[in-house]
């Protein structure tokens, strides 16, 4: 992947990370899919 397109995915990580919750940045995808999941729990939950 060209380094400019890796560089705006790491971005748009940090940014969904605490969009949906997250208190800091995730340090994997592991982290940032539980995250992902326990926010759809919770808003399919209202």
């Known amino acids: 992947m ?5 560089k705006a995915h ?3 990580d940090k940014v969904v990370d605490v ?3 997250s208190a800091k940045p995730c340090s994997n995808n592991d982290e940032r899919l539980e ?4 926010s759809y729990i919770r808003m ?3």
């Open 2 to 6: 060209p380094q400019d397109l890796r």
């Open 10 to 12: 790491d971005e748009l």
């Open 19 to 21: 969009a949906f919750g």
């Open 35 to 38: 995250i992902l999941f326990k």
């Open 44 to 46: 399919t939950k209202e």
